[in-house]
């Protein structure tokens, strides 16, 4: 599998569909695991970090589920490829600004990805479209026993898999959905709704691009607490969090249509036409109008576009997604301007 | 807008951040909220934990010469495998090894507690428990247990095993001095 190969699709998490796909983008599970053989990441030395990514890489090529990936270490990539990769979703900031010694694995259909020697020797990451943590779980599951039939993890039966930073210690996994909120914020309510999640332990931040980028009413949300609690236990609690979460932003929808429809239908067909016409457009401003789009889709005011469509928008309007496209470096501007014609393109402006 | 940290570029991201249950807004460019979200991952709320930590016990009024001492012990506290000492520990958020763990056993037992309501693993367990050992329950009759543990594990000449039970007896022996 080649990197480049990557562009012209969407991942399989992107797709739009799976329960509650007109408010939950994506659902994601990740677990921490470290050897028990050699010191934390932070503590080894550069050859021990080489040791590491070699034992791991070698169990990786060993396991039947793994066997189509791309492995890739990441100080053989470019800038650009490293921020693509960052943009998708496939890896952190951190993982890509410090390369050595870091390896990635990862699945054409981009569903599951294994950073190696990031915080922890390696953190696995399964992805699914809509509220799938379930599901989610499931495979991820099936994925670490096969990993850890291979290798000897440090893991202690009172406290479970040893990390780096005690609040990953325990069950080590961190089950975050993506949440579309637009009626939310438009109603004014987001705030009350965020300040209940974290009374109930749960972390939320607005979200688009890991924090570098603007939210357009994207947020994630996560358990915090993983000792003390079986991982079915943590992905039930959180699955039922996010359902009430749904109902919330399914009755200020219905508010704000019962509102003043006209108003919403305006607000919504102008940022369709804007999206569809500009010929210079910043990323910022591009989110938050596929976002009034996307929410257009799900109250039936726009017909002819496809939540598929906006996803894959919302992924390739980022800098190094555009670079990729054009296949060399782009200034502010010139980012601007091609953004702008790959949404008129895409959207039959 | 201008960006809440450097006061000069252009805000374009926006973040939310709740911290004890208060949610505060933050209009960053877009190279301060970079290096914010990676601060942000290291920090969140750890470094408040452990620093509420280090002061439980000196809060209480006059903090005596007996427990200044013992906390200025904790602070000299270092992971015999890794070298790395419990105030980097608390200064950076994160352990060494996973010999930290035993060796911060008493100060991590309180912390994880604080973290997670619990200090207690419920989750999966893995399948070659052969290769854990189970931590010290208690300090006093420890000792022993862990000493026939230890001729058990030679006998079985499951030497992985052995070492990191010696490496326990002598933390606990150092401990006891
Ligand atoms: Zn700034
Ligand atoms: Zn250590």
């Known amino acids: 599998m080649r990197l480049d190969d990557l562009i012209n699709h969407t991942g399989e998490w992107l797709k739009g569909t799976g329960p509650y796909a007109h408010i939950v983008t994506s659902s994601r599970v990740r677990l921490a695991r470290n050897l028990s053989s050699f010191p934390f990441p932070n503590k080894c030395s550069k050859k021990e970090l080489d040791e590491v990514l070699e034992t791991i890489d070698k169990a990786v090529s060993q396991i039947d589920l793994l066997k189509d990936c791309a492995n890739l270490h990441i100080s053989d990539l470019d800038s650009v490829d490293r921020q693509f990769l960052v943009e998708r979703h496939l890896m952190s900031h951190d993982h890509a600004s410090n390369p050595e010694g870091k390896g990635l694995v990862l699945s054409k259909e981009e569903i599951l990805s294994v950073m190696i020697n990031e915080e922890d020797h390696f953190r696995i990451q399964v992805m699914q479209s809509g509220l799938n943590l379930t599901e989610t779980w499931k495979i991820i599951n099936a994925l670490d026993d096969a990993l850890s039939s291979k290798l000897g993890y440090a893991f202690y039966p009172e406290w479970g898999f040893l990390t780096a930073c005690p609040t990953n210690t325990g069950t080590a996994m961190r089950g975050s959905v993506m949440l579309h909120l637009p009626a939310l914020v438009m109603t004014k309510q987001i705030n009350k709704v965020l300040t209940a999640i974290s009374k109930l332990s749960f972390a939320s931040r607005g979200f688009y691009g890991e924090g570098t980028q603007a939210s357009g009413n994207f947020y994630q949300i996560s358990n915090q607490v993983s000792l003390g609690h079986s991982e079915e236990d943590i992905i039930q609690n959180i699955n039922g969090l996010i359902k009430q979460i749904i109902e919330q932003e399914e009755q200020a929808r219905q508010a704000l249509q019962l509102q003043n429809r006209p108003m919403l239908e305006d607000k919504i067909c102008r940022s369709y036409g804007l999206l569809k016409h500009a010929h210079i457009i910043s990323s910022q401003e591009t989110i938050e109008l596929l976002s009034m789009v996307r929410l257009g889709i799900d109250m039936g005011i726009l017909s002819d576009v496809s939540h598929k469509t906006i996803n894959q928008l919302f992924l390739m309007i980022q800098p190094a997604h555009l670079q990729k496209i054009e296949g060399k470096k782009l200034n502010a501007f010139e980012r601007d301007t091609k953004r702008a014609s790959l949404i008129r393109q895409k959207l039959g402006g | ?177």
């Open chain 2, 1 to 177: 807008m201008q960006c809440d940290i450097c006061g000069k570029k252009k805000a374009t991201v926006h973040l939310t951040e709740i911290v004890d249950q208060q949610m505060s807004e933050m209009h960053l460019c877009e190279e301060c909220a970079r290096q914010k979200s990676v601060q942000m991952e290291q920090q969140f709320g750890l470094a408040d934990l452990l620093a509420g930590l280090a002061d439980m016990g000196s809060k209480t009024g006059t903090t005596t010469n007996k427990e200044a001492a013992a906390a200025a012990k904790t602070a000299a506290l270092t992971c015999a495998k890794c070298n790395l000492s419990y105030d980097d520990f608390r200064k950076f958020g994160r352990l060494g090894c996973g010999h930290c763990y035993i060796s911060f056993k008493e100060q991590l037992d309180a912390l994880l507690k604080k973290i997670h309501g619990s200090n207690h693993h419920l989750g999966k367990m893995i399948a070659k428990t052969k290769k854990t050992v189970a931590l010290p329950k208690n300090k006093k009759d420890d000792l022993s247990t862990l000493r026939q543990d230890l001729q058990e594990a030679i006998h079985s000449e499951d030497f992985e095993k052995a070492a990191l039970i010696r490496d326990k007896i002598r933390d606990l022996e150092k401990k006891d001095k």
